[in-house]
């Protein structure tokens, strides 16, 4: 009897220290830091609302020695190099964000449309600036490495690179299409004129990438590759591209130009890496939303697809195939792993939206999985990010009591303009690389790279794969933060 007592005793003190350990971060500080993230990252001339101040304007000829206009945009990541693959795929994540989540953001709904706008202006810019060509590079990126600079500091070379009829990137062209189309249903209500505008454009460079067909790589590897090279081909950006047409324009030909050539999606060697690179398991899951809740028949076999990925994520079902560290962190490899588990509890909750729609489920052989787990599943992730985790570090800067000091990141690195007004030039910037000190400007709500397989984290500026904040890694966060900051149950 007394040991039943004293198991009951330690069990009780269990669940009570378990709560504790897992109360739940304050999603709606992590949401609004996520968004103000995006404001460090900027190119251009910054606005008189610029909140992030230790920036200053930056990259404001980029595009003149070409007599083209391509001030503005994004940087990718802790450099100062505008990639247009990563910065339309980071416009379609955080326009997606909006789509679902938007209703959810609150008082951050116009940051984040703001941040949405800040992407698809320069994308418009890209697209339209010559007939039949799409811009889809600002720098040589090996030139830009070779300094540490401030981008308000920048006189690396700023060549401009672009994909033609003759030097075709479908896969670029694609992802261009896919984010001026997603952005077009976050401003068809508030900015019509703008939003009909998105979508126009949206449509000529799907019709570009569609009709010059090749991967970017092939003519600019030097410049792309390894960076963002088209790793996986430029089949998985049509079909996304097409899917997010169709979600913005409900144009039937677009939906013709899925059944047509959806089948290049195959499903077999799907490793389900939704990144920058790889859309597949995205394109399955956006179109399952077309057969859930707009009950569109021909796409039943998407929701199949995303099942199977679902199963393949789930401990415990009879194809689960997912790597997790002993902390709980889905893991898939060393180079910023964060960027697959914000993309992965996006993807988890804009499913488990379309299911919840429809009273839907999964089934994993023997075990059903319902929405309700599949946001158990991505809070773990979300969580884990914020600081609950083995190294009790939060992935987020500036989030929680603890958090990386060393971000591999330029700008951030280096004394800002407003108090070094003097130049620093390539290579006197490196001195801030190497330093031990923190970086004196916090990049705010920047998700960085993370931990390895077994939980251990370097607070090292040098160690990129670890330190370095990317765009893309950020902007499923944003939409799987407002899911959390606006569903009271589950707080
Ligand atoms: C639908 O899309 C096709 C292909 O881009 C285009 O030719 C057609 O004009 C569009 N129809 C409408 C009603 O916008």
New binding site residues.
């Given amino acids: 009897m007394k040991l039943k007592i004293l198991t009951l005793c330690l069990t009780l003190l269990f669940i009570l220290q378990v709560n504790a350990a897992y109360s739940s971060p304050n999603y709606a500080d992590a949401l609004a830091k996520s968004i103000l993230f995006f404001e460090g990252q900027r190119s251009g001339k910054l606005p008189g609302d610029q909140r992030v101040s230790w920036r200053g304007d930056s990259g404001l000829s980029d595009g003149s020695p070409y007599q083209v206009d391509l001030v503005g945009g994004y940087y990718d990541a802790g450099d100062n190099v505008k990639f247009g693959l990563p910065m339309a795929f980071t416009t379609t994540m955080l326009a997606w964000s909006v789509v679902e989540f938007g209703n959810l953001m609150q008082g951050e709904i116009e940051h984040a449309k703001a941040a949405v706008r800040w992407g698809a202006d320069y994308l418009l810019k890209a697209a339209t600036a010559t007939p039949d060509a799409l811009y889809i590079q600002v720098a040589d990126p090996n030139q830009d490495h070779r300094c540490w600079e401030r981008p308000e500091d920048m006189d690396t070379p700023r060549n401009v690179y672009r994909v033609t009829a003759q030097n075709p990137g479908s896969d670029v062209a694609a992802e261009t299409a896919a984010a001026l189309a997603a952005a077009s249903i976050v401003f068809r209500d508030s900015d019509p004129a703008y939003s009909a505008k998105l979508l126009q454009t949206a449509?000529r460079v799907?019709?570009f990438a569609d009709k010059y067909r090749g991967a970017y790589s092939d003519s600019l590897s030097s410049v792309v590759c390894p960076f963002y090279c088209s790793y996986s081909g430029y089949h998985d950006e049509l079909l996304w591209g097409a899917s997010w047409?169709h979600q913005a324009?409900e144009?039937?030909?677009?939906m013709s130009y899925i059944q047509s050539n959806g089948h290049t999606l195959g499903a077999e060697d799907d490793d389900y890496s939704f990144s920058w690179d790889d859309k597949r398991i995205a394109t399955k899951v956006l179109l399952s939303k077309g057969f859930l809740q707009n009950r569109i028949d021909s796409l039943q076999l998407y929701k199949v697809h995303s099942d199977n990925y679902i199963c393949s994520l789930v401990p415990g079902s009879n194809s689960f195939q997912a790597q997790y560290t002993p902390g709980g962190l889905l893991y898939k490899g060393s180079e910023s792993n964060l960027q697959y588990v914000t993309s992965t509890a996006f993807l988890l909750l804009a499913y488990s939206k379309y299911l919840g729609s429809n009273g839907g489920y999964v089934s994993c052989g023997s075990t059903t999985v319902t929405a309700s787990n599949l946001i158990s599943l991505a809070k773990k992730q979300v969580d884990y990010i914020l600081g609950q985790n083995p190294a009790q570090m939060s992935y987020m800067v500036g989030f929680g009591p603890r958090y990386p000091q060393h971000v591999h990141h330029r700008g951030s690195s280096l004394p800002s303009v407003h108090d070094h007004p003097g130049r620093i030039s390539c290579g006197d910037g490196f001195q801030f690389l190497y330093s031990g000190s923190p970086n004196p400007n916090v990049l705010v709500g920047a998700v960085i790279g993370g931990p390895d397989s077994g939980d251990r984290f370097a607070d090292d500026r040098n160690n990129y794969q670890q330190s370095e904040p990317a765009t893309y890694i950020n902007a499923p966060m944003v939409g799987a933060l407002a899911f959390f900051a606006g569903t009271p149950v589950l707080r």
Wanted: proline share 0%; hydrophobic share 45%; glycine share 0%.
């Fill in positions: 449509m799907f019709d047409l324009s144009n039937i030909s677009y």
